[in-house]
């Protein structure tokens, strides 16, 4: 999963370059608490391929993120650790739907004794 991460974040800082004429070189990225290590890392990633981009991360849970969303933080990505949080984002079009991607998934898994 991890190795899809970097792959997901640069192509999300591409689609802003490309339709933003008036491109900053900085993105801010929201993220859920539970993707700090990956985030991170997708950081280092992202600003050794883009050299000229600041890439500054805030993490919480979920539903905080959200409201600062909603309270008008400036977010350029938002990765929420839920379908639910994104749900309400793209319902209250606080998100461009077309934006959206699911870029991890997780299975429950029982381990037993042989």
Same mark, same amino acid.
Do not use: Y
């Given at each position: &999963?991890?190795? /899809?991460? @970097?792959?997901?974040?640069?192509?999300?800082?591409? =689609?802003? &370059?490309? =339709?933003?004429?008036?491109?900053?070189?900085?993105?801010?990225?929201?993220?859920?608490?539970?993707?700090?290590?990956?985030?991170?890392? /997708?950081?280092?990633?992202?600003?050794?391929?883009? @050299?000229? &981009?600041?890439?500054? /991360?805030?993490?919480?849970?979920?539903?905080? /993120?959200?409201?600062?969303?909603?309270?008008?933080? @400036?977010?350029?990505?938002?990765?929420?650790?839920?379908?639910?949080? &994104?749900?309400?984002?793209?319902?209250?079009?606080? =998100?461009? @739907?077309?934006?959206?991607?699911?870029?991890?998934?997780?299975?429950?898994?029982?381990?037993?004794?042989?």
């Amino acid at each position: &999963m991890l190795n /899809l991460l @970097p792959t997901v974040l640069i192509v999300c800082v591409t =689609i802003l &370059m490309s =339709i933003s004429s008036a491109f900053s070189g900085e993105i801010t990225v929201s993220a859920a608490a539970s993707l700090t290590n990956a985030f991170t890392e /997708l950081k280092q990633a992202v600003e050794q391929k883009f @050299p000229d &981009m600041e890439v500054s /991360l805030n993490f919480a849970a979920s539903t905080p /993120l959200l409201q600062q969303i909603r309270a008008g933080a @400036p977010v350029d990505v938002f990765a929420t650790a839920d379908q639910e949080t &994104m749900d309400h984002a793209q319902e209250e079009l606080l =998100i461009v @739907p077309e934006s959206r991607v699911n870029f991890a998934a997780n299975s429950l898994v029982a381990i037993v004794p042989v």
